[in-house]
C-alpha cells in the first residue's frame, strides 16, 4: 500500500512569492491534514480537510490557505512569504470514522521549504 | 490552553541502557495519545497509540508506554536501547477537532 506522497521534496522561495506544496494521501483515506515543523517549535497544527471542506485551522495567518481536491489530493499555499516560514511541511491523511479522536494520521515525507 | 510537554530535549544513551521519555498533557477532556518516532532522513512514523483500555501500551520495536491519567502523563519506555534507535521522538494527543497536538520533541542519541 503506498504511503502519504508530497511534492515537491524541497522548495526555495523569496520573501513575498508564493508556494505550493502537494499531498496525496493514502488510498482510502478522506481526511488530509497540513502540519509545519520548523526548528525549534515542533509540529504544529495548520490545516485539516475532509471531503473537500476545511474543518479546522490552527493559528495560523489567512495567507496560509489551501484546498482538497475531490481525488481527495490536497493542495497548501503560502502567500507573501515571510523568512520565518522557512519549515518542513508536513502532511498525514487519515479515513474519517465516526469517532473522530480515533483517527490515526499517516504522516508523509514532508516539502522542506526555504524562503531567502 | 492545549499543550503537550516533553520533558528533556536531548537524551544521550549507550546501547543496553534504559530509556524513559517523559511526556505530560494538558486537556481536561477524554484524550487519545500517541508517540511518533522520526528516524534520520525518515518521515514520522507512529510508535503507538492509546485510546482506552489497558493504561499500558505496547507499541513496535519493543517500546511502551503507560497513561496515568491523574498525572496527565503518557512515558515512553524501553528497557534496552540500540543503536538504531537513534531519532527523534515527539508525544501528542488529539482532544478533539480532529487535530494532533505535538510536544517539541526529544532527541535521543545511543552510542554503541
Keep these: 500500500e503506498a504511503g502519504v506522497t508530497q511534492s515537491p521534496t524541497h522548495l526555495i522561495k523569496t520573501r513575498g512569492q508564493q508556494a505550493t506544496l502537494r499531498c496525496s494521501p493514502i488510498s482510502g483515506h478522506t481526511s488530509v491534514y497540513w502540519y509545519q515543523q520548523a526548528l525549534g517549535l515542533g509540529l504544529q497544527f495548520l490545516l485539516w480537510y475532509d471531503e473537500g471542506e476545511e474543518r479546522n485551522r490552527g493559528n495560523f495567518p489567512p495567507r496560509f490557505s489551501g484546498r482538497q481536491f475531490p481525488n481527495y489530493s490536497s493542495e497548501l499555499n503560502v502567500n507573501a512569504l515571510e523568512l520565518e516560514d522557512s519549515a518542513l511541511y508536513l502532511c498525514a491523511s487519515s479515513f474519517l470514522a465516526g469517532d473522530l479522536l480515533r483517527n490515526e494520521q499517516f504522516f508523509g515525507p514532508g516539502t522542506r521549504l526555504t524562503v531567502l | ?112
Design chain 2, 1 to 112: 490552553a492545549q499543550s503537550v510537554s516533553q520533558h528533556n530535549h536531548h537524551v544521550i544513551l549507550s546501547e543496553a541502557a534504559s530509556l524513559e521519555l517523559g511526556c505530560n498533557y494538558s486537556y481536561g477532556g477524554t484524550v487519545n495519545l500517541f508517540w511518533y518516532v522520526q528516524y534520520p532522513g525518515q518521515h514520522l512514523q507512529l510508535l503507538l497509540k492509546y485510546f482506552s483500555g489497558d493504561p499500558l501500551v505496547k507499541g513496535i520495536k519493543g517500546f511502551e508506554a503507560e497513561f496515568i491519567k491523574s498525572k496527565f502523563s503518557f512515558n515512553l519506555r524501553k528497557p534496552s536501547v540500540q543503536w538504531s534507535d537513534t531519532a527523534e521522538y515527539f508525544c501528542a494527543f488529539s482532544g478533539g477537532y480532529n487535530k494532533l497536538i505535538f510536544g517539541a520533541g526529544t532527541r535521543l542519541a545511543v552510542h554503541p
